[in-house]
């Protein structure tokens, strides 16, 4: 394991959760901002994570490539409820696996964390519309709830069409009158 790799690594981490936490302050949700993805720094994650560190993209994605599946993403998306993979169970009517639907404040943490994902992974590139359109790049192959998926997108493009101050607005004012959608 490369010195350069750990604190690389590291640094993406933090600089990634420290923007989900000014992203959640912003929707009104900060104690989940501060709890983020604290599971990254786990040795089950982070050592995947160094390993397949390269600073333009998820080191899940390298591991994936490489082994065809990653252990630092099934335990990731385990632990954490803003991923929608969390959110899948037996249903009694077909008896398979099926998506369910997220509860609001972690679909609005799934969209701080998107943000600041594209914003920290595009750099000096990035533009509000770079998370709706990673969204839409697997829409297709997503196994989400289609009530998420679709308030998930709203917010998105909202986002791109509208900018950051009204769509934070928008959505601390969904989750202060906590309206299901």
């Known amino acids: ?95 398979r696996m099926e998506p369910v639907k997220m509860p609001l404040r972690y679909v609005a943490e799934m969209f701080c964390d998107r943000v600041a994902a594209s914003k920290i992974y595009n750099g000096e590139k990035y533009k509000d519309s770079d998370a709706l359109e990673y969204f839409l790049r697997a829409k297709q192959r997503r196994v989400i709830h289609p009530e998420t998926s679709d308030l998930l997108e709203s917010l998105l493009q909202m986002l791109a069409d509208e900018g950051e101050e009204k769509t934070f607005a928008h959505l601390r004012k969904l989750l202060r009158e906590q309206k299901t959608y």
């Not at 786990?42 to 560190?53: D, I, L, N, R």
């Open 1 to 95: 394991m490369q010195f350069a790799n750990i604190w690389n690594h590291f640094r993406t981490i933090t600089r990634h959760r420290h923007a989900v936490i000014r992203h959640c302050r912003k929707a009104g949700i900060l104690w989940q901002g501060i709890w983020h993805d604290m599971s990254k720094y786990s040795p089950a994650e982070f050592v995947q994570g160094v390993k397949y560190y390269q600073g333009t993209r998820s080191p899940n994605e390298e591991e994936r490539r490489v082994h065809g599946y990653s252990t630092a993403w099934m335990h990731h998306k385990g632990r954490n409820r803003h991923h929608f993979e969390y959110w899948t169970d037996y249903s009694p009517k077909t008896g």
